[in-house]
């Protein structure tokens, strides 16, 4: 039987315009260090989305914590 998955980013704004990102699988953070990111533009949050997506194919990662704009950036 396959084992469901919740996949979450979790982003926050920084006061200097950068975000902190981190992935959270069933809940619980992952210890990967490639699947978090420390003070990076929406970009880094894009590249991040991507490590996920390739990591766990056939699931949709939740994202929260990011503004509209960047939200959409990284949906394109």
């Not at 914590?65 to 939200?71: A, E, I, P």
């Amino acid at each position: 039987m396959a084992e469901n998955l919740s996949i979450e980013l979790r982003c926050n704004k920084n006061s200097g315009g950068t975000y902190n990102a981190s992935t959270f699988v069933n809940g619980k953070p992952a210890v990967e260090p490639e699947l978090s990111v420390k003070r990076g533009n929406c970009d880094a949050i894009a590249m991040l989305y991507d490590r996920v997506k390739k990591q766990h194919p056939g699931i949709d990662p939740r994202i929260r914590g990011l503004d509209k704009t960047c939200l959409d950036k990284i949906m394109r």
